[in-house]
């Protein structure tokens, strides 16, 4: 009997609480949806119903009056962000009190994820970030713009190989690419990625994201779940497997080059005397190379994989790519450099246009690490502070969306961004790679191979959709934005 009733206190208490700390954006007049006992709003993103992304989406849209909502992530008070000075104070303005991503590991568990500049813990970030960004620098990458063209041949070569009218799934061609690429480039050696069999980069990179159950678990979860109790999970983002792995190439090609006398152009050579200046360890080493290997071939090949996808749906905007690059080409005696392909500025604002239709990450959180005071609202009495940990979140997609920002947003406009669009724009309206301090060291390396890639190709086929390609759906196990039933493209030969 005794135990009955310490059981039913012990259930009331806790109800009690809960149902008090449910209702703590509601005691402080700051709007959002309703939560719901013990998701908090993240019932329909943790059972894979819908993707995080989208609910942001539908919670922006709602709440169109207000700078910023209030949902919870389970039981923690989590802040979405609206208003695009509050973003852009958040992002740039106000950053000290913002440094942290809601995207950390735990370096017992993930260490050479630990030393990429997204995902590390702590000031070491900056660290990180100074030491990878010259990496990806336009003077680096003129450097290894020759090899980036001979990985586009063997792509062209290989589309040439398949049978005619063949389907071929866009992200999976894309990222065929994106790892040969990344790989030479950043570690002079052959990815392998268009010969028959398999390509051992290649299974690594779909081991990676697509890696256990638990793992793959923990990966989509990242932006529902509270980051206190994802840092306390002990399973590794990272499969072990895909860790070992990638830590062996790097000292085996470590030990190749000092055994051999070799130094050779390419980002690896940059982090060995790095490395030699810094006396940093091998887990750092190897940690900074996976950070080159995430930088240039996940993201990359998702923003190829659409832009394809978009303008095999666009004939005429197909039509009018292949016209710049053609004219482009002739007045530079059909020869492609970094700076010629800087002028192919049509194209250029179609890639930023299909990046705002398909950002590659849906939301961007951030963690407060100072106490923040928002902007009071009309209803308050006195404004919000919110405290170190509490997580606000950016939603890209939502704002690549808003009607305000970008009219008929659903349509595929490139000269959205054309020169004087892109002036006028206020910072916080287009976030494909965020900004701030924190946005992605890789974007013009990102940039240089897919925008290459795409000169290639369209300069090479008529891209259409198949007859077999299904309604776009997002997947909402993905933690990026990807479709559902995959991307079905033909490549027919212009020259026929």
């Not at 003077?139 to 041949?153: G, N, Q, R, V």
């Not at 006195?382 to 808003?402: M, N, S």
């Amino acid at each position: 009997m005794i135990f009955i009733i310490l059981l039913l206190t012990t259930l009331t208490i806790c109800y009690l609480w809960m149902k008090w700390r449910y209702s703590y954006w509601e005691r402080r007049g700051v709007p959002g949806p309703k939560p719901q006992f013990p998701f908090g709003n993240m019932k329909d993103s943790i059972f894979f119903k819908e993707h995080f992304g989208l609910l942001c989406e539908k919670w922006y849209k709602e709440y169109h009056d207000a700078p910023y909502i209030g949902y919870f992530k389970m039981s923690e008070p989590t802040v979405l962000l609206r208003d695009k000075e509050l973003i852009k104070d958040v992002l740039i303005k106000d950053f000290s009190s913002f440094e942290a991503n809601d995207f950390n590991v735990n370096e017992k568990y993930d260490a050479l994820l630990a030393v990429n500049p997204f995902f590390a813990v702590g000031p070491v970030w900056k660290r990180y970030r100074n030491l990878i960004q010259p990496l990806f620098s336009p003077s680096k990458i003129k450097i290894l713009y020759p090899t980036m063209l001979t990985s586009c041949e063997k792509l062209i070569d290989y589309i040439k190989s398949l049978p005619k009218g063949k389907d071929v799934e866009a992200k999976s061609i894309s990222a065929k690419y994106t790892t040969q690429n990344v790989i030479k480039c950043g570690f002079s050696m052959d990815a392998k990625c268009f010969e028959d069999g398999k390509s051992e980069f290649r299974e690594i990179g779909k081991k990676w994201f697509t890696p256990s159950f638990l793992s793959a678990l923990k990966f989509m979860l990242y932006p529902v779940l509270p980051s206190w109790l994802l840092q306390n999970i002990p399973i590794s983002l990272m499969p072990r497997e895909v860790e070992a792995w990638f830590t062996k190439i790097v000292k085996e090609n470590k030990e190749s080059r000092k055994a051999n006398g070799v130094h050779s152009n390419d980002i690896l050579q940059s982090l060995l005397d790095i490395q030699e200046k810094q006396n940093s360890t091998d887990v750092e080493l190897a940690g900074h190379a996976l950070s080159v290997f995430f930088e240039g071939f996940e993201t990359s090949s998702t923003v190829l994989s659409f832009t394809l996808y978009e303008l095999a749906r666009r004939p005429d905007c197909q039509q009018r790519v292949y016209e710049e690059i053609m004219e482009v080409l002739e007045a530079h005696d059909k020869e492609l450099t970094y700076e010629i392909l800087l002028e192919m500025t049509y194209l250029e604002s179609v890639v930023y246009e299909s990046m705002r239709l398909n950002a590659v990450m849906l939301t961007n959180g951030k963690i407060c690490t100072k106490p923040y005071t928002l902007p009071i609202l009309p209803n308050q009495k006195e404004p919000v502070t919110i405290q170190p940990g509490t997580v606000v979140t950016v939603p890209t997609k939502a704002i690549h969306y808003d009607p305000d920002y970008y009219p008929d947003p659903e349509q595929f406009i490139p000269e959205r961004f054309s020169e004087e669009e892109r002036k006028n724009r206020h910072k916080s309206n287009y976030l494909p790679f965020i900004e701030g301090p924190r946005a992605c060291p890789g974007m013009r390396f990102a940039l240089a191979q897919v925008n290459t890639a795409l000169v290639y190709v369209i300069k090479n086929f008529n891209i259409t959709l198949s007859p077999n390609h299904k309604p776009f759906q997002c997947d909402p196990q993905g933690f990026l934005w990807q479709a559902k039933d995959g991307l079905l493209l033909n490549f027919a030969p212009r020259n026929e």
